[in-house]
T-cell receptor
Framework: DGGITQSPKYLFRKEGQNVTLSCEQN?????MYWYRQDPGQGLRLIYY???????QKGDIAEGYSVSREKKESFPLTVTSAQKNPTAFYLC????????????FGPGTRLTVL | QKEVEQDPGPLSVPEGAIVSLNCTYS??????FMWYRQYSRKGPELLMY????GNKEDGRFTAQVDKSSKYISLFIRDSQPSDSATYLC????????????FGTGTRLQVTL
């Protein structure tokens, strides 16, 4: 099956710890995105990547870091510098340059205790 | 003022009703308009995708874009309990494959 996978589904971490969220896609999409979803605020873009080894900050990049070493993978690290990390994190991908249609993964719910 | 405004609801309708969901926006450069459906604790799934003004129909769903009024709508005919979800509008500017701007979502509940 083609699609986007995110793991884990639920993640609990202590305050002050860095944590990495996984995102993998086998759709052969060039572009990948990370969003954060909070109640009443919709989806906000954290980082996006158009091609391998290149990525750009979105609207709320502070406290987050990413890498894009492979086309299929776009992991997101939530660092201890992120002041309010508890949220639902969504990864998406799109063909890029051809369409703005983004397809989403199932999400990871991060809770920082 | 947010770039995209969407009534959060919740909107409760009986089964079989026609549902109207709406978004307004302020950026006249938006050209691509999308509706996503998101079930609780799941990722959004693309429902409808339209370019510029006009209507698009897909089964029980109709998307309408009125660029002159900066207003988009999603109509759901013969609503079913399985339509109960949060509906997110999203839009982007012409020719870019970069970020989308999302509404906050409207929670819909279709009751038996």
């Amino acid at each position: 099956d083609g699609g986007i996978t995110q793991s884990p589904k639920y993640l609990f971490r202590k305050e002050g710890q860095n944590v990495t969220l996984s995102c993998e896609q086998n759709l052969n999409h060039d572009a990948m995105y990370w969003y954060r979803q909070d109640p009443g605020q919709g989806l906000r873009l954290i980082y996006y990547s158009q091609i391998v080894n290149d990525f750009q900050k979105g609207d709320i990049a502070e406290g987050y870091s990413v890498s894009r070493e492979k086309k299929e993978s776009f992991p997101l690290t939530v660092t201890s510098a992120q002041k309010n990390p508890t949220a639902f994190y969504l990864c998406a991908s799109s063909m890029a340059l051809l369409t703005d249609t983004q397809y989403f993964g199932p999400g990871t719910r991060l809770t920082v205790l | 003022q947010k770039e995209v405004e969407q009534d959060p609801g919740p909107l409760s309708v009986p089964e079989g009703a026609i549902v109207s969901l709406n978004c307004t926006y302020s950026n006249s450069a938006f050209q691509y308009f999308m509706w996503y459906r998101q079930y609780s604790r799941k990722g959004p799934e693309l429902l409808m995708y339209t370019y510029s003004s006009g209507n698009k129909e897909d089964g029980r769903f109709t998307a309408q874009v009125d660029k002159s009024s900066k207003y988009i709508s999603l109509f759901i005919r013969d609503s079913q309990p399985s339509d109960s979800a949060t509906y997110l509008c999203a839009m982007s500017e012409t020719g870019t494959a970069s970020k989308l701007t999302f509404g906050t979502g409207t929670r819909l509940q279709v009751t038996l």
